[in-house]
């Protein structure tokens, strides 16, 4: 019987047939904290007695749900951070460096076909790159940064055939509130999720972050796709060390197989307060809102801020919104700068933040007043997520939130395409 | 936590997808490593009067995919200050599964639909069985994976590592 991704790449970690519901201890490749579960994870390292990190470069900290700090406790808690880095030589993402499921990547810590857990439930973010990469707490972050290992239950795999081609004005963030609406928020849970069919094939890795980002809101241990030319290409110039792409075998053993038909698949949006509440735009066209916000590691890359400014070229936010835009990373906010998306977006009434989570978490840049409606790029709409729950929060891709911005409620952005 | 304990205390019941954002907002875990501070906050966006009716020893009880959402290690340990001795769930999310029982949590996977605010419950872990002692009825614990069980046992990860060193499989 032929192996899924996941069994092919802790098959390959192991160095023997490792098969779904096997338990197994595997080298991780790289682990990441940020700034909301790393001090924890330094809490636990000494605890556990730990002196010397295993290997400091497979490590990275990263400051960005709270990036600058807004107050003092967060600040204490970033010093310890900057201090654990220096004393262990790991490396550290202080302010304005980004998001950490935009750096990892962008700064080829992860490479196809390798192993890597963050203190982050959207870790799965890099399975778009071929890598099994999961969320895991503060704790077992220590025990990975002290041994190098961690425990591992090989998941099962829910196989997702994603056929047909994507209308204009449709994007992948479309496409995972689609499949979060039809899975529902535990439609996944324990299962690594494989994504394939002619409409990943199509995208761009940027485009497929977006999708493997969302895995987790389905429950899923992982969102893994192929490591096609596209891949190869993405990652070349970013990895410098040799890695191995897993691919599943055509006879692979998975728990069920799904098919979608996306062909006539319209913008989506998740109504508050479920990210699995979703429903198509044309439905909640009309609904007045007040906050509009993109960016987050669903939607803070180059081509996100690309296709805002495109519909914010010639028209304005409107004067009831407060548009904010935070760029995924350095990177992302200068090569906007150079491609003058920067320049377009301000001069429409964007607002600016600094590359990092933003408003998504709750900590600062952009908490919503009692209730107002809010219509943001991130990956959950929880009561209160946004640090009010008195509050709304609509998710949706970056063309219908920019196309929302500047009606002033909930718009079709194939109206402005 | 040795096997042979017994577990017992009152019911607070919650319904599905309670995820880790309702069990401590962002807007309080990202300040402070006090969790005894956190866990005035516990519930609170879903039921502001828990920490107030919560006592030492009782029991959250719900529906399916308790801990969705954020991998915040500061949810299984605000519900432990706040004083639950475990939860018990129909399932799990995973992360806050792994979570729970990493920081000597035990994560209670069995039928919930039995049982209502207010009912006391003996829980078994070593017997692998909850006990609605006010309705008089019983259910199975699913069995944790041999691992988490141990890890578990030692009251956590932390404990677990610094016994053996490394994950005995």
Same mark, same amino acid.
């Given at each position: 019987?032929?192996?899924?991704?996941?069994?092919?790449?802790?098959?390959?970690?192991?160095?023997?047939?490792?098969?779904?519901?096997?338990?197994?201890?595997?080298?991780?490749?790289?682990?990441?904290?940020?700034?909301?579960?790393?001090?924890?994870?330094?809490?636990?390292?000494?605890?556990?007695?730990?002196?010397?990190?295993?290997?400091?470069?497979?490590?990275?900290?990263?400051?960005?749900?709270?990036?600058?700090?807004?107050?003092?406790?967060?600040?204490?808690?970033?010093?310890?951070?900057?201090?654990?880095?220096?004393?262990?030589?790991?490396?550290?993402?202080?302010?304005?460096?980004?998001?950490?499921?935009?750096?990892?990547?962008?700064?080829?810590?992860?490479?196809?076909?390798?192993?890597?857990?963050?203190?982050?439930?959207?870790?799965?973010?890099?399975?778009?790159?071929?890598?099994?990469?999961?969320?895991?707490?503060?704790?077992?972050?220590?025990?990975?940064?002290?041994?190098?290992?961690?425990?591992?239950?090989?998941?099962?795999?829910?196989?997702?055939?994603?056929?047909?081609?994507?209308?204009?004005?449709?994007?992948?963030?479309?496409?995972?509130?689609?499949?979060?609406?039809?899975?529902?928020?535990?439609?996944?849970?324990?299962?690594?999720?494989?994504?394939?069919?002619?409409?990943?094939?199509?995208?761009?890795?940027? %485009?497929?972050?977006?999708?493997?980002?969302?895995?987790? =809101?389905? *429950?899923?241990?992982?969102? +893994?796709? &192929? #490591?096609? $030319?596209?891949?190869?290409?993405?990652?070349?110039?970013?990895?410098?060390?040799?890695?191995?792409?897993?691919?599943?075998?055509?006879?692979?053993?998975?728990?069920?197989?799904?098919?979608?038909?996306?062909?006539?698949?319209?913008?989506?949006?998740?109504?508050?307060?479920?990210?699995?509440?979703?429903?198509?735009?044309?439905?909640?066209?009309?609904?007045?809102?007040?906050?509009?916000?993109?960016?987050?590691?669903?939607?803070?890359?180059?081509?996100?801020?690309?296709?805002?400014?495109?519909?914010?070229?010639?028209?304005?936010?409107?004067?009831?919104?407060?548009?904010?835009?935070?760029? %995924?990373?350095?990177?992302?906010?200068?090569?906007?700068? =150079?491609? *003058?998306?920067?320049?377009? +977006?301000? &001069? #429409?009434? $964007?607002?600016?933040?600094?590359?990092?989570?933003?408003?998504?978490?709750?900590?600062?840049?952009?908490?919503?007043?009692?209730?107002?409606?809010?219509?943001?790029?991130?990956?959950?709409?929880?009561?209160?997520?946004?640090?009010?729950?008195?509050?709304?929060?609509?998710?949706?891709?970056?063309?219908?939130?920019?196309?929302?911005?500047?009606?002033?409620?909930?718009?079709?952005?194939?109206?402005?395409? | 936590?040795?096997?042979?304990?017994?577990?017992?205390?009152?019911?607070?019941?919650?319904?599905?997808?309670?995820?880790?954002?309702?069990?401590?907002?962002?807007?309080?875990?990202?300040?402070?490593?006090?969790?005894?501070?956190?866990?005035?906050?516990?519930?609170?966006?879903?039921?502001?009067?828990?920490?107030?009716?919560?006592?030492?020893?009782?029991?959250?009880?719900?529906?399916?995919?308790?801990?969705?959402?954020?991998?915040?290690?500061?949810?299984?340990?605000?519900?432990?200050?706040?004083?639950?001795?475990?939860?018990?769930?129909?399932?799990?999310?995973?992360?806050?599964?792994?979570?729970?029982?990493?920081?000597?949590?035990?994560?209670?996977?069995?039928?919930?639909?039995?049982?209502?605010?207010?009912?006391?419950?003996?829980?078994?872990?070593?017997?692998?069985?909850?006990?609605?002692?006010?309705?008089?009825?019983?259910?199975?614990?699913?069995?944790?994976?041999?691992?988490?069980?141990?890890?578990?046992?030692?009251?956590?990860?932390?404990?677990?590592?610094?016994?053996?060193?490394?994950?005995?499989?």
């Amino acid at each position: 019987m032929g192996k899924t991704i996941a069994e092919r790449i802790f098959s390959q970690h192991c160095g023997r047939e490792v098969k779904a519901g096997d338990l197994v201890v595997a080298d991780v490749d790289f682990m990441m904290g940020q700034d909301g579960t790393s001090p924890l994870a330094i809490e636990a390292f000494r605890e556990l007695g730990g002196e010397k990190v295993y290997d400091p470069s497979r490590v990275a900290l990263v400051i960005d749900h709270s990036a600058p700090s807004p107050l003092e406790g967060v600040s204490n808690l970033h010093a310890m951070m900057r201090s654990f880095a220096a004393e262990q030589g790991v490396g550290i993402y202080d302010i304005g460096c980004g998001i950490c499921h935009c750096l990892l990547p962008e700064q080829g810590h992860v490479a196809p076909g390798d192993i890597v857990v963050g203190a982050d439930s959207h870790t799965t973010t890099y399975g778009a790159i071929n890598a099994f990469s999961t969320g895991v707490g503060s704790t077992d972050l220590a025990a990975a940064m002290l041994t190098g290992k961690l425990w591992f239950k090989a998941p099962h795999t829910l196989r997702l055939e994603l056929r047909g081609e994507l209308a204009v004005g449709v994007y992948s963030k479309d496409v995972a509130l689609f499949l979060a609406g039809e899975l529902t928020a535990d439609g996944a849970t324990y299962l690594a999720v494989e994504y394939g069919g002619e409409v990943i094939g199509s995208l761009s890795v940027e %485009a497929r972050f977006t999708i493997s980002n969302m895995a987790v =809101e389905m *429950g899923a241990k992982a969102g +893994l796709m &192929e #490591a096609d $030319a596209r891949t190869l290409e993405w990652v070349s110039g970013r990895v410098s060390r040799p890695f191995m792409p897993a691919a599943p075998d055509a006879d692979a053993a998975y728990d069920e197989v799904r098919e979608f038909d996306l062909g006539g698949l319209t913008p989506q949006v998740a109504e508050p307060h479920r990210v699995d509440k979703v429903r198509p735009v044309e439905e909640l066209e009309g609904t007045p809102i007040q906050e509009a916000v993109i960016g987050t590691c669903t939607n803070g890359r180059l081509e996100d801020l690309e296709v805002a400014a495109r519909i914010l070229a010639g028209r304005r936010v409107s004067p009831e919104v407060r548009l904010i835009v935070a760029p %995924a990373s350095r990177q992302v906010f200068m090569d906007g700068m =150079e491609k *003058g998306i920067v320049q377009r +977006l301000i &001069e #429409a009434g $964007a607002v600016f933040v600094t590359p990092g989570c933003g408003p998504c978490v709750g900590t600062h840049n952009g908490v919503p007043s009692d209730g107002e409606r809010v219509i943001s790029t991130a990956n959950r709409n929880f009561k209160g997520r946004m640090g009010n729950a008195n509050a709304f929060i609509y998710l949706a891709s970056p063309a219908t939130v920019a196309a929302s911005a500047v009606a002033g409620k909930i718009t079709d952005p194939r109206r402005m395409l | 936590m040795a096997e042979g304990i017994v577990l017992r205390g009152k019911a607070h019941v919650f319904a599905d997808d309670v995820n880790t954002d309702y069990i401590i907002s962002g807007k309080y875990k990202f300040k402070t490593l006090d969790m005894g501070e956190l866990a005035c906050h516990c519930m609170e966006d879903i039921d502001p009067e828990f920490v107030s009716k919560v006592q030492a020893g009782d029991f959250i009880v719900a529906g399916g995919n308790f801990g969705c959402g954020s991998s915040r290690e500061q949810a299984p340990l605000v519900i432990k200050h706040a004083g639950v001795s475990a939860v018990l769930a129909r399932s799990f999310a995973r992360i806050f599964f792994r979570n729970a029982i990493n920081k000597g949590l035990p994560a209670v996977e069995c039928d919930t639909s039995g049982i209502r605010a207010g009912d006391e419950l003996e829980v078994n872990l070593g017997a692998g069985k909850v006990t609605n002692l006010t309705r008089g009825t019983e259910v199975k614990i699913a069995p944790l994976p041999a691992v988490m069980m141990d890890i578990l046992a030692e009251g956590g990860l932390t404990d677990y590592l610094k016994r053996h060193g490394g994950f005995k499989l």
